[in-house]
């Protein structure tokens, strides 16, 4: 009797252990080794602008768990890298692309970061505008770098002719680049492009964006000899106010005169010196470099062409995750 007490108890007691060990995974969402899944959604809106259709994205990105997603989306179109962006705190994006006259499949492609699985959305058709006039598109791939502080990166910027047999003349484009984090850089060769009069294939630049790491030592001033700047800053005030205490010991009246004279004489000598930015890097040298901070950011890539009478500009973004 007791044998089946002590058989009963023990069964109790493991099924009891197995359902308290399975209710935390049926509370949970599913999570795997390469981290939570996502959901990523795409919306389109599009507006006619100088004869140039404007869409204007919404992006969102979430979790198996409800929770919004961090890192970068990249835009596709016809399934090729078309910009890329930094999703805010709350998952989302909302970019703004000029596109080429015709029609496009658009979808978004989140790269996942530490926690989250990467997802793409369901395709949206677009159709643009097609105009008659010369233009250009440009797009950057890839859409998306990872780089760690102090690492350099490289992205191709596609610029492709739209009507350039209605160029009577070569068609100059500038690029450039804005919204880069803190201490980094970007570097496009060529810097400016040349479309040619009938020109149909993309003429490419490569862009160059450097990160910059924090330095491990501080350089050193150069030594220069027979010359003390804590010395003097202790003497010289000090023989300005001796002085001026046993000149006024016997005339009270100059007192005040040298002691507004030894004061003016302290501030300017300040002021050129130890107070000036110039002073501080020959006595102290250089200070540390600063890191590129972490994140994710959205760099934007434009496109300028003027014929000296009207501008074109374009641009796409490049979603760059610094770690």
Sequence with gaps: MRRLISRSLRFELVAGLGIALALPALALPAVDARGLATQTMLSTETRDQGGHTVATLSVSVTGADGQPAT????????????????LDAQGRATPSLTLAGGDHTLTAVYT????????????????????????????????????????????????????????TAPMFVTISCSGLPDQSSCVFTPENIEIMPNATAAVTSSMVLATQTKSLAQAAPVAR????????????????????????????RWLSRLSLLALVGLVTVLGTTACSPFY????????????????????????QSSNGITAITHNTSLALTVQ
């Excluded at 010359?227 to 009270?252: C, K, N």
Aim: glycine fraction near 10%; charged fraction near 10%; aromatic fraction near 6%.
């Design 225 to 252: 000899p027979g010359s003390s700047p804590i010395a003097w800053a202790v003497l010289l005030p000090g023989v300005f106010g001796l002085a001026g205490i046993a000149f006024g010991a016997r005339r009270r």
């Design 71 to 86: 890192g970068a989306v990249v835009i596709q179109d016809h399934g090729k890298p078309l910009a890329g962006f930094a």
């Design 112 to 167: 996942g970061d530490a926690t989250h699985q990467t997802s793409t959305s369901q395709v949206t058709p677009v159709r643009a505008v097609v105009s008659t006039t010369p233009d250009f598109a440009v797009s950057v791939a890839p859409a998306s770098l990872t780089l760690t502080a102090g690492q350099s990166g490289t992205a191709i910027v596609s610029i492709t002719p739209i009507n350039a047999q209605s160029l």
């Design 280 to 303: 501080n890097y020959r006595n102290h040298g250089p200070p540390y470099n600063l890191p590129t901070p972490a994140g994710t950011y959205s760099v934007q890539v434009d496109a």
